[in-house]
């Protein structure tokens, strides 16, 4: 299974800050093993989404242009603290990662 993914949300005044780093290595299927010379398959991720108490605030499709360790932030208003966000992925290969965190006041 894949790295965690590192999320933080922090509640400044009105709004939450959502900042997630999905550790993958979001290889392009281009690059050359410097090994052997062989090329990499492709491994990335293709779809994610990023919820707050069970509804959806985001969903997005990634490919292979987006560098390893993709980080992201958003902004959301209606969060509290201690609301939990929960962000998910699936790649290439059908690998799953999931990970959540309460938001918290910054």
Not at 80 to 104: H, L, P
């Amino acid at each position: 299974m894949a790295d965690p993914i590192k999320l933080r949300a922090t509640l400044q005044g009105d709004t939450t800050e959502i900042r997630m780093l999905m550790q993958h290595p979001m290889e392009t299927g281009l690059r050359k093993d410097p090994a052997d010379g062989k090329t990499i398959p492709s491994h990335f991720i293709q779809n994610f989404s990023l919820s707050a108490n069970g509804k959806l605030l985001i969903e997005g499709q990634l490919n292979t242009s987006i560098s390893r360790n993709p980080l992201f932030t958003f902004r959301a208003k209606g969060l509290t603290a201690g609301d939990k966000v929960v962000v998910s992925w699936i790649d290439s290969r059908g690998e799953r990662r999931s990970d959540e965190s309460n938001v918290v006041t910054g």
